[in-house]
């Protein structure tokens, strides 16, 4: 499930094909009386389940399951074999319940809360298309029309590289449901040299020059895909939305960049907008082993998806990705030593080019952001752990450009595209309401009615975002908001943090080693999008399975005596010597809770709440990059990104530096090498990192405080 978004189990119950059923047992209306009703999962009050007898079937359905008939096993047990889901309902009135298990997953309860709920569905006609390009390559397209709408209707469309066949009735309700109820033409288009589509597929296309009418790029892709469907459909209105999350968020943004003239609004949902500068593939500089090696492999194999498998260990069990990319080294032996007999265009460029040049550049989507050409709605999570960067550049980028007032910016806490579902929490933070919900409904299906439809109710005038700690929605008239000021928080040697700008005289000193190097989560690490994996939400978990590192440096404030809010970009400036002649830095702002905070989950948890990696040799360039003299204090400044938080009175404020991340960023040598792609196991060296802070060299976190 590649860049998919992860959905819990709760939800992956309501994302089941079609499957005919053939009941060997028949059971009387009264049988099936007894187990109708709507159930909900205690943890999940936003997501329940209904039953209810219907021609002698029992037919369960949810805000984004159509109606679908269970096989009964017995009068209380019913299951769709074929997705090895099984219902079991116990008791009767008040303490009726039903027991869900899907495969081998652990069953979940669901008591009943209510009579069965019916829900609007509508009847979607499903047609397919080979759309003709510019160039004559064919776009292969799935056009679901509403049977029982009256149009004139606009086109919403998703185009995407990871296939649309199973583009349905059923699977629109499933992914977007507010959408489907709406009434739009949906079209879901595999894009170039993906799945059913012609031509060659090239991962992040860069933008062709738009004065050559034979130049094909993914902009000109979704051109003429929207003229096509303008003159072969019936019953639209002429106006056309454009959607999408992660890839199909880039895409999202690409039809926006010389738009069809039937483009009336876009809503990019993590885009991603540079792969080299802060998406998927580096952070400043610093490589993400694990998901270069990953996505690439899944997605250029074969024109479908490829799993990884990172093999078993010697007592059988999954291996540790940890250990799997440790005792490989570099990317070039990861390659080697991949089993992957053909050359995958992706990772060879990742050893080719692993500076900012023109090959990564030509891909940045940023530098063509010089219009708000259409209405466009950009959504991004502060917790996504593939494309955080992305909106937030995405709409700095085009704010200044913004004089019609049309560039709007979505923030909250969510995972990449969590949004989507409506859950109430993300791992162990509560938020007491379902903010995915209240986003589709109150911003995005409003958005979009509003721009290609007319109505009314879009009230957005520029940000939404979902403060933490208050767990609040916010709004402002821009991103950051006027009131934030951005006030430096120094990082004194004895582990303090205070204002002053001088600390007392010592030393912060760490042995960094590349051969024990500091995990990004708790391990074990399973490959990104496989069985088990906790890729969805390690940047919420809780850090003290790290803090107690020897190879770290930790500074707190001492325990708030009041609120601390800060909502805005968080910066990073480090003054720091090694005796290596490179290296990474790693900060982290970290939210630590009080011992005896109100919910025990919570007590003395260290939650992240902005973290990024800055490569030390790119400190003056991003495409030159250069040695650091050993034992020469240097300054290291870059971007943890934008927050919107709160730290609460009785909380401790936290700062952690460290520098490796693995095997999330591929471990820094420690020695100055022309590639560290092709770095040799004797290049990886133990370093001693001095974190320095005088009045010469303030080390400092610069927070955007909220006075």
């Not at 919403?156 to 199973?166: A, F, K, S, W």
């Not at 900060?587 to 809770?593: E, I, P, S």
């Amino acid at each position: 499930m590649f860049r998919k978004l992860i959905l819990p189990a709760f939800f992956l119950i309501s994302a089941l094909p079609v499957i005919a059923q053939n009941s060997s047992l028949t059971l009387g209306q009264p049988q099936l009386d007894a187990v109708s009703g709507e159930y909900t999962q205690t943890a999940e009050p936003d997501t329940p389940f209904s039953f209810y007898g219907q021609d002698g079937k029992l037919i369960y359905e949810s805000e984004r399951q159509v109606p679908t008939p269970l096989t009964a096993l017995s009068p209380t047990e019913f299951s769709l074999p074929e997705a090895h889901v099984t219902f079991r309902f116990a008791g009767t009135g008040a303490g009726a319940s039903v027991s869900v298990a899907e495969g081998e997953q652990k069953p979940f309860e669901m008591p009943k809360t209510g009579p069965a709920v019916h829900h609007v569905f509508h009847h979607y006609e499903r047609r397919e298309e080979m759309i003709p390009a510019r160039d004559g390559v064919k776009l292969h397209v799935i056009i679901l029309t509403p049977a029982d709408i009256p149009g004139p209707l606009p086109i919403l469309i998703q185009r995407t590289p990871y296939g649309v066949d199973g583009t349905s009735e059923r699977s629109f309700f499933q992914q977007r449901p507010e959408l489907a109820r709406a009434g739009y033409i949906y079209v879901g288009a595999d894009i170039r040299g993906r799945f059913k589509s012609e031509g060659q597929f090239i991962m992040c296309r860069p933008l062709a020059d738009h004065k050559d009418p034979h130049a094909v790029d993914e902009s000109t892709d979704a051109y003429d895909t929207i003229a096509w469907l303008l003159k072969n459909i019936s019953n639209h209105n002429g106006r056309v939305g454009v959607i999408g999350t992660s890839y199909p968020g880039f895409l999202a943004m690409m039809a926006g960049i010389d738009p069809h003239p039937a483009v009336k609004a876009i809503s990019p949902q993590a885009p991603m907008i540079d792969t080299w500068m802060g998406d998927d593939f580096f952070h400043n500089g610093a490589f993400r082993q694990t998901y270069g090696y990953d996505y690439a492999l899944g997605l250029e194999v074969s024109k479908e998806m490829t799993e990884v498998d990172y093999g078993k260990d010697s007592a059988g069990k999954p291996r540790d990705g940890y250990d799997y990319f440790l005792e490989r080294g570099s990317f070039q032996e990861d390659v080697k030593r991949s089993g992957i007999n053909k050359e995958l265009p992706t990772w060879k460029a990742f050893i080719d080019h692993p500076t900012y040049d023109s090959f990564w550049r030509s891909r940045g989507v940023e530098h063509h952001l010089t219009s708000v050409t259409v209405p466009t709605l950009t959504v991004g999570g502060y917790y996504d752990q593939e494309d955080m960067w992305g909106p937030q550049e995405e709409y700095a980028s085009l704010e200044p450009h913004d004089a019609a007032h049309q560039n709007f910016l979505v923030l909250g806490p969510w995972r990449h595209g969590s949004w989507a579902v409506s859950s109430r929490h993300l791992g162990a933070l509560q938020y007491g309401e379902s903010i995915g919900k209240e986003y589709r409904s109150l911003i995005e299906g409003r958005f979009f009615a509003h721009y290609l439809k007319d109505e009314p109710g879009f009230d957005l005038e520029d940000t939404a975002s979902f403060q933490t700690g208050s767990n609040t929605w916010k709004r402002y008239p821009h991103f950051p908001p006027q009131a934030s000021k951005m006030t430096a928080y120094t990082l004194c040697p004895d582990g303090s943090i205070g204002a002053a700008k001088e600390c007392a005289k010592s030393k912060m000193t760490y042995v960094s080693d590349p051969a024990n190097p500091v995990p990004y989560r708790h391990r074990p690490i399973q490959p990104t999008y496989g069985e088990g994996s906790k890729w969805g939400t390690w940047m919420v978990e809780d850090q003290r399975f790290a803090t107690d590192r020897k190879d770290i440096a930790v500074y707190r404030l001492p325990v708030l005596d009041h609120d601390l809010t800060i909502t805005g970009e968080v910066i990073a400036d480090i003054f720091a010597s090694t005796t290596g002649s490179d290296g990474d830095f790693v900060a982290k702002l970290v939210d630590q809770y009080p011992d005896d905070d109100a919910d025990p989950t919570m007590r003395g948890f260290q939650l992240m709440t902005n973290m990024e990696i800055f490569r030390g040799r790119y400190r003056n360039s991003f495409t030159k990059p250069e040695a650091i003299k050993p034992g020469e204090v240097t300054e290291f400044k870059w971007s943890l990104h934008d927050i919107d938080h709160v730290f609460k009175k009785g909380h401790t404020l936290m700062v952690v530096i460290q520098s490796s991340w693995f095997p999330l960023y591929d471990r820094n040598p420690q020695t100055f090498v022309p590639n560290i792609m092709t770095a040799k196991p004797s290049d990886y060296k133990p370093a001693t990192i001095t974190i320095v802070t005088d009045s010469q060299y303030p080390s400092q976190l610069t927070l955007p405080v909220v006075k």
